[in-house]
């Protein structure tokens, strides 16, 4: 060998132009205790642990929002259902009201006890009008 020249290792080349290896979507992860990898179980391409943690992160994220939304959305529902059945109970018991009085049978007062005639109904109030508690005491008596 000659001492005045410079010896060239070729043994570490740098493409930056090079795209990921996987680009599964989304990726399914192996973890290889043994080797200390990470591999994509579709493709089988080892894949950096920091990405392979961003990856997991980002979904865990959208779960989360995902599961928020969902949440919001199951309470606008739960609040609609409860609508709809407190008008159904409301027109049972209307028409139960309207069958009873067809067969020639009279509505008891809550109050007092007293039967009446439902034809004698003069006037009416508006349910805003009336506290809710004094509606949900008379329910329960």
């Known amino acids: 060998m000659d001492k005045g020249k410079p010896v060239s290792f070729d043994l570490l080349r740098i493409n930056k132009g090079m ?11 192996e973890l ?4 200390r990898i990470i591999m994509c179980s579709d493709c089988g391409a080892v894949v950096d ?9 980002g979904y865990h994220e959208q779960l989360r929002e995902e599961t928020k939304r969902l949440k919001e959305k199951v309470k606008v529902y739960s609040e609609e259902a409860n609508k709809e059945l407190k008008r159904m109970r409301k027109s049972r018991v209307f028409r139960e ?4 009085y067809r067969n020639n049978m ?5 109050e007092c006890g007293k039967n009446f005639d439902p034809l004698k109904i ?4 508006k349910a805003g009008y009336v506290k809710q508690g004094e509606i949900e005491n008379n329910e329960k008596d």
């Open 19 to 29: 795209k990921k290896i996987c680009r599964c979507n989304p990726p399914h992860y």
């Open 106 to 110: 009279f509505p008891e007062c809550p």
């Open 49 to 57: 642990p920091f990405e392979a943690m961003l990856s997991i992160a």
């Open 32 to 35: 290889s205790v043994e080797n």
């Open 122 to 125: 003069t006037c009416w109030t």
């Open 97 to 100: 009201m309207e069958e009873a």
